[in-house]
């Protein structure tokens, strides 16, 4: 009762404010600070304007900037400087009574004509990354149809991420699997930032960031410079925005993801703070609404971030993240669900951290972290079918975790990177499995591990920015890491160019070497494991960029991944063990398995520089694996083909409308022996055909609007989005119905609306 009552005092407020709207405009201010980008020194003196406006400001000695008393509404902001890039960041929302902060890095001038100035504007290319990556502002994650302020949802429109089920945010770059992403924040490792994860990979179904804290998203896709290592296909580094340091700001929310709000302010004169906490609600709706044997998960967040500024060249900030996760679906709720499992789950996630970031001169800077990230989950798991009791998985796991990166240019064409990482890893493990039949039938007797493990990592890395020519831009990298569990010293060259061709066309291409250490919890199951190598990659990437206006661009890349060492099972010699589930193997694997993705990407960007932007984009690719029969299958995530649009339009300060739609090939599976699969009460799979059927094509459309309120002294976003608008079933698996004697079959989601409000005051 009392949880109602605060719903509804809310949404009281909220409407007293609808109606008290004011016809005439309101006001924000815009601030933020003006940098190198290679050496973070601010930039003194340079322009900021708001275009189509007469607003603007000079950057300050400390390179900060404001602009007062700007009218609600989107804009555009221009920042220039002498001998420097100038560039436009597009989707600036100023909002009533609020202070929106926007930090920008330029990039020195490489090519000295007019025509490169103009054009390049909307869009930022890095020395360091010349291939294969993306930015994304705040407010395109935040408003992306399909996302869910979902910071990784945003990313299933590239052709780079491929489509397999629309119940997990799990990104399949370049036919890798999930495990084989990482995400950073503020220099901060944290290897999944969703919640119910998927243990020691990087997916699962919801994602845990508060997306009102992010300022900016890049996602590398391939080929990213040896400051980032230990994984083979992709790295999400994320920038957490700073709080108010001027005044008090409150924000409210309620959406798919739950209920909950947001505070911020200053810390003294120095600094600055954020909090935020959310909690799922669709638990308290069942609840509510009595609707029998359902039993929603529920879920919660807290974080925030802490900024303080030692002097002007050194500043401070604190990082925490945490969640937690409930599930606990009887077996009434497993049969009517069609619930292969059902049991109890709770799972805890935590990572805080220090960053120290310090500008030691005009040359260069240093950011260097200290942090730990710990996971505990607590499962109980019985089998549907026959109530009896499948597993447990009692797993403490806690790692704490040294960075440093520092950035100088030592000559005007020569700019180095180096650093180090060290990571001690503690796993703690109280796993219990019932006999049963793997995937193919075949028996496997019962399963213990309790035992604790420890593994330490360290890292050495160096990479150079050479321009010898105006238009040529080299990058050359080493990474060294070191596994104590395996003894294994890897050395990963890296190299990259980018070649200015035209004033609107740059070619770029890529070489690299990728390794990356397994999970403790698959080098536990069997002794023999610890001695598996780090399973590696080679990337290749070659790739065409060209303005076809100012505020759009076309990429085209080829790329092949060529992977090796990868664990396979004598046991099950077709399976693919990454791929097929791992923690179900207890037995030794071998590390002979291989696998390679190629293919052609195409993507075409429009920024939103009036009225519409856009993001069209074509995948052609094939993904395959050797497993111990020496067999070439394709992978589970090979679709093959990936089309999708994405875009929107905004008509004025209030309205916007936007959709995306995605097509994919059907995934490759393995049928079902369902004579087997009868005789033994489970799903046993078909040998003879390994990924050799596949299900029917994936495509979907999701729309969305949004309506923004301004008041006085406060802001209302309401959104609603609908997903699977035209209802299509996509297929999301196949299973043994036992009760019912058949192959049955589990959807993906249908049309599913969701709504959203966010009230800032």
Do not use: C
């Not at 605060?6 to 007293?16: A, G």
């Not at 780079?160 to 370049?174: E, T």
């Amino acid at each position: 009762m009392q949880r109602r009552l605060v719903i509804l005092m809310w949404m009281v407020i909220l409407s007293f404010n609808i109606l008290m709207a004011q016809a005439n405009p309101h006001v924000g201010q815009i601030v933020g600070r003006v940098v190198d980008a290679e050496t973070q020194s601010p930039l003194i003196g340079a322009n900021v304007s708001i275009e189509n406006t007469v607003l603007g400001a000079a950057v300050d000695m400390n390179g900060r900037f404001v602009i007062q008393r700007v009218p609600v509404g989107s804009y555009n902001i221009r920042v220039g400087y002498i001998g420097y890039q100038s560039i436009i960041k597009t989707d600036v929302i100023v909002k009533s009574s609020r202070t929106i902060t926007v930090n920008v890095q330029l990039a020195p001038q490489a090519v000295e004509t007019e025509a490169v100035t103009v054009t390049a504007e909307y869009f930022q290319s890095s020395e360091e990354q010349p291939v294969s990556a993306i930015q994304f502002s705040n407010e395109e994650i935040r408003r992306a149809p399909g996302s869910a302020g979902d910071v990784s949802r945003i990313l299933m429109s590239l052709p780079s991420v491929a489509k397999v089920n629309d119940q997990s945010n799990g990104l399949i770059v370049r036919g890798g699997n999930p495990i084989e992403n990482t995400f950073f924040i503020d220099n901060i490792e944290i290897p999944n930032i969703n919640h119910f994860p998927d243990q020691a990979s990087s997916g699962g179904p919801i994602g845990l960031v508060q997306v009102d804290f992010i300022e900016d998203v890049q996602f590398f896709s391939g080929g990213f410079s040896p400051v980032y290592g230990d994984r083979l296909s992709s790295v999400m580094d994320i920038t957490f925005r700073e709080g108010n340091p001027k005044e008090f700001d409150t924000q409210l929310d309620l959406n798919f993801a739950g209920f909950g709000g947001m505070v911020e302010g200053p810390l003294g004169s120095r600094g600055s703070w954020m909090a935020a906490a959310r909690r799922s609600y669709l638990d308290l709706v069942v609840e509510t609404l009595d609707v029998g044997s359902t039993v929603a998960p529920r879920y919660g967040d807290y974080q925030g971030k802490i900024a303080l500024d030692l002097s002007p060249k050194h500043k401070l900030t604190l990082l925490g993240i945490f969640g937690d996760d409930h599930n606990a679906p009887d077996r009434e709720t497993g049969q009517e669900n069609d619930m292969i499992l059902y049991g109890n789950q709770d799972i805890y996630e935590h990572t805080a951290g220090v960053n120290w970031r310090a500008v030691w001169n005009r040359r260069g800077y240093s950011n260097t972290s200290v942090s730990a990230t710990s996971q505990k989950f607590n499962e109980d798991w019985s089998e549907t079918s026959t109530g009896l009791n499948a597993f447990r998985n009692h797993t403490d796991e806690i790692t704490y975790k040294f960075r440093n990166v520092n950035h100088f240019r030592l000559f005007p064409s020569l700019a180095v990177e180096f650093g180090m990482e060290a990571k001690a890893l503690r796993s703690s493990f109280d796993n219990w499995a019932a006999a049963t039949t793997n995937a193919m039938g075949d028996s496997i007797p019962e399963w213990t591990l309790n035992q604790n493990v420890t593994a330490t990592k360290t890292a050495g890395l160096v990479n150079t920015i050479l321009t010898p020519l105006p238009k040529l831009t080299a990058t050359l990298g080493l990474r060294a890491d070191y596994f104590s569990q395996n003894e294994d010293v890897t050395l990963a060259p890296r190299a990259s160019i980018a070649y200015q061709l035209h004033p609107l066309t740059r070619i770029t291409g890529s070489v690299g070497l990728f390794t990356q250490t397994l999970p403790l919890l698959l080098l536990s199951r069997h002794p023999g494991n610890s001695n598996l190598q780090n399973p590696q990659a080679i990337h290749m990437m070659l790739g065409v960029e060209h303005l076809l206006s100012p505020d759009t661009r076309l990429t085209v890349e080829l790329y092949q991944k060529t992977y090796s060492r990868f664990p396979v099972d004598p046991d099950q010699p077709a399976l693919f063990v990454l791929d097929d589930r791992y923690y179900t193997s207890s037995g030794r694997l071998e590390d002979s398995g291989k696998a390679y993705s190629r293919g052609i990407e195409l993507m075409i960007q429009k920024k939103l520089a009036k009225d519409f932007y856009g993001l069209a984009t074509a995948a052609f690719f094939r993904s395959r694996y050797q497993g111990a029969d020496d067999v070439w299958r394709d992978r589970n995530y090979d679709n093959r083909i990936i089309l999708s649009a994405e875009g929107g339009y905004k008509p004025n300060r209030s309205w916007e409308f936007s959709l995306r739609w995605i097509y994919a090939g059907g995934v490759p599976y393995t049928p079902l022996d369902t004579d087997a699969s009868e005789l033994m009460h489970r799903m046993v799979l078909d040998e003879s055909r390994v990924n050799a059927v596949r299900h029917p094509n994936y495509h979907s459309m999701n729309l969305r609007f949004d309506r923004r309120f301004h008041f006085s002294l406060s802001n209302l976003i309401f959104y609603l989005s609908v997903w699977n608008v035209y209802n299509q079933k996509n297929v999301a698996m196949l299973f043994w119905n036992d009760e019912e004697k058949k192959e049955d079959v589990i959807y993906q989601w249908l049309m599913l609306p969701i709504f959203g409000l966010e009230y800032e005051f």
